[in-house]
């Protein structure tokens, strides 16, 4: 069995948000560009189009220029056209709420795509724009849109903008196939193995570091986890909480039909339906052996668990 990795959507909203963020020990050069991060995940309706929804990775805006960004990660080598023409078709007053700035009258709206296959996603976003433009499905469309380039070594913004800076024009180097993966370690897009490593992990830090009124027992919720593993917590809009804390839902069913954890986890009947972990010190060393196979690849995952 292959050793888990995150999805290609993972790694690069992973570095999106860390571009927005200092002192991580990573370049921020949107932090540099006065770019501060506001949502993940969080929805909007695009009022042209009777409303409907629009849910870019992230939002993140500069107050000083008045500019909202929208970013979108794909992992794939294709994108939607109907989600293309969507963005095309936002408009300041669709953001006005979810993006305050200090002078809303000049407020714009500034939309950038982040992918890892740059060119077979650039050749299929110039081949949608370029129908878009012909079938004038969306009034005075661009005819290119900004791409993030993420590769093994290097971060870069293809655009002829010149207010993205040198620096993310010309190419930021990183270290060979680094990337930062504490912000948002996961979603419903990555593999079982992947999601069930941290989920694990979450509950070793909890067991170390709470001190349970019963020294045998401890009871661990789906928020805890949400909040335990992702620093970006305060960012992500509470709908797509609700769809992590499903995702760690699931994980919570393939533990309690894990053989090494039986008799050591159990679950609550009550609202939210957290899990009890038992016979603390016997639970954490399960948890060590278990967090340590699927690292290595050997834990044998029940795909149905997961469904």
Not at 37 to 66: I, M, Q, W, Y
Not at 217 to 239: F, N
Not at 240 to 262: A, D, S, Y
């Amino acid at each position: 069995m292959m050793h888990p990795s995150p999805s290609e959507h993972t790694r690069l909203l992973n570095v999106v948000i860390a571009l927005h963020t200092p002192g991580r020990n990573w370049p921020a050069p949107l932090c540099d560009l006065d770019y501060e991060l506001l949502t993940v995940e969080e929805e909007f309706n695009v009022g042209n189009l009777g409303a409907r929804p629009c849910n870019p990775d992230v939002v993140s805006r500069n107050d000083a220029e008045s500019i909202v960004l929208l970013v979108e990660c794909k992992g794939g080598r294709s994108l939607d056209q109907k989600q293309l023409e969507t963005y095309l078709s936002v408009r300041p007053s669709d953001v006005r709420l979810l993006a305050t700035v200090s002078n809303p009258n000049k407020l714009g709206v500034k939309m950038l795509y982040s992918a890892s296959s740059f060119n077979d996603f650039s050749e299929d976003m110039s081949a949608k724009l370029e129908d878009i433009v012909r079938t004038k499905s969306v009034p005075d469309a661009p005819k290119e849109l900004d791409i993030l380039e993420l590769t093994p070594s290097l971060v870069r913004v293809h655009s002829t903008d010149p207010t993205w800076g040198t620096e993310l024009l010309s190419g930021i180097r990183i270290a060979e196939d680094t990337y930062p993966n504490w912000f948002y370690p996961f979603s419903k897009d990555d593999s079982s193995e992947w999601k069930l490593l941290y989920v694990v992990r979450s509950l070793l830090h909890i067991i170390l570091t709470t001190n349970p009124i019963n020294p045998n027992q401890i009871t661990v919720t789906t928020d805890q986890i949400v909040q335990d593993l992702y620093e970006a917590y305060s960012y992500i809009s509470s709908r797509h909480r609700g769809e992590l804390r499903g995702e760690i839902e699931k994980c919570f069913n393939r533990l309690l039909r894990e053989p090494k954890m039986r008799g050591l986890i159990g679950r609550l009947g009550t609202r939210g339906r957290p899990v009890s972990i038992k016979d603390i010190e016997n639970a954490r060393k399960a948890l060590q052996r278990l967090a340590r196979e699927i690292a290595e690849g050997q834990a044998q995952t029940e795909v149905e668990d997961f469904g």
